[in-house]
């Protein structure tokens, strides 16, 4: 009768090796949520700056810095949109920790009843098989 018991220790254990995996991809996803975040914040600092910059001498000046302040519009763009993506992975990561997490705090639960079924089980036999005198 240890088979149930083992059955769900072996499961609880698989789930919380899952976990550990799910939980280092929560920090890395993070990581990369607040680095896209922080460089898209530095490219709108970099495009305010060149924004209240001086106004170009020439028409060719004129023209390079008004595409050069596209492109770091556009990558800013690219970059917060790439950080909101990120948060929602996390969140739908972090939903799923929690009920993975939820699912192994019942295996444990089940595996302790279980453990406890099977104690009395074993108690009942060994009580069964003393003589009849000795059960008392």
Not at 12 to 34: F, H, I, W, Y
Not at 109 to 118: D, P
Request: glycine share 6%; proline share 1%.
């Amino acid at each position: 009768m240890t088979g149930r018991s083992h059955l769900f220790g072996l499961m609880e254990r698989k789930l919380a090796a899952g976990l550990v995996t799910d939980r280092a991809r929560l920090v890395s996803l993070s990581r990369q949520a607040e680095e896209a975040r922080r460089l898209a914040e530095r490219l709108q600092a970099l495009l305010a700056e060149r924004r209240g910059a001086a106004a170009p001498a020439s028409a060719a000046d004129l023209r390079l810095t008004a595409r050069l302040g596209a492109e770091i519009a556009a990558e800013s763009h690219n970059h917060t949109q790439r950080a909101a993506e990120l948060r929602d992975r996390l969140e739908d990561l972090r939903g799923d920790l929690a009920r993975k997490d939820r699912r192994r705090e019942k295996l444990a639960e089940a595996g302790a009843a279980a453990r406890q079924t099977e104690a009395e089980a074993r108690a009942t036999l060994a009580q069964a098989a003393l003589p009849a005198a000795r059960r008392r």
